[in-house]
């Protein structure tokens, strides 16, 4: 028989990061597929309305709330707790690499141990994060480099990554896309979670705590 026990598993600050990162990926999403294509009549312009710019000005606020997330999510993976912090996310230990062989075969239906789930992120999720986060970088370095063109920083940033705008804009446009498939991926496996090992993934979010297993004998 297997009994759960609660346990503490991310801080306040992994939370509003989160949550954060959800709001400006929405906000980004939405205002970017106006500013690519506009669906209203672009005359309003010069009417007394401003939507292209009312969007340009939204998705520069976005992105200006999805860097901070950004820069809090660097904290703690350097200085987060035990299941935040980088070295706990990477297939760098036998253990760790154990752990994500055993997830891949999971989301194949090949394995199935619950005393297997860990109480941060397995290690197949915390890689896709760390490299989600890497592309968050580009994409950082790619917005800022579009809406400041001018900037000294961000223009010697711009042409060493990117080269020229065109170039940086088609870069933004297709991580965008990553961001979407990612972020449907991710719920879609967090739900799987949730239903295969009642692990409280889903509610951990909000309170912070998850449900370890235990294994009664």
């Known amino acids: 028989m297997i009994y759960y026990e609660e346990k503490h598993v991310w801080s306040i600050l992994l939370r509003l990061y989160h949550w954060s990162l959800v709001i400006a ?3 980004l999403t939405v205002t970017g597929f106006y500013i690519n294509s506009p669906w209203t009549q672009t005359t309003l312009e010069g ?3 401003y939507p292209i710019q009312t969007m340009r000005n939204i998705h520069g606020l976005a992105g200006y709330l999805f860097t901070a997330a950004i820069l809090v999510r660097l904290y703690l993976l350097l200085f987060g707790n035990r299941q935040e912090r980088i070295m706990s996310m990477l297939p760098l230990t036998r253990r760790n690499l154990r752990n994500m062989i055993n997830a891949v075969r999971a989301y194949f239906y090949l394995h199935d141990d619950p005393t297997e789930v860990r109480l941060g992120h397995n290690i197949l999720a915390g ?8 592309m ?3 994409q950082i370095a790619g917005g800022f480099y579009l809406r400041l063109p001018e900037n000294t920083f961000w223009q010697t940033v711009g042409v060493t990554l990117f080269s ?3 170039h940086a804009r088609f870069i933004h446009h297709l991580l965008m896309w990553y961001f979407i498939i990612f972020t449907v991926v991710h719920v879609y496996l967090v739900i799987w979670n949730e239903l295969k090992h009642r692990d409280g993934v889903i509610s951990s979010i909000l309170s912070g705590n998850k449900f370890r297993p235990r294994r009664i004998k």
């Open 136 to 138: 968050a970088l580009f």
């Open 47 to 49: 009417a007394g309305h």
């Open 127 to 134: 890689t896709t994060y760390i490299i989600t986060f890497v």
């Open 164 to 166: 020229n705008q065109q």
């Open 25 to 27: 990926l929405i906000a």
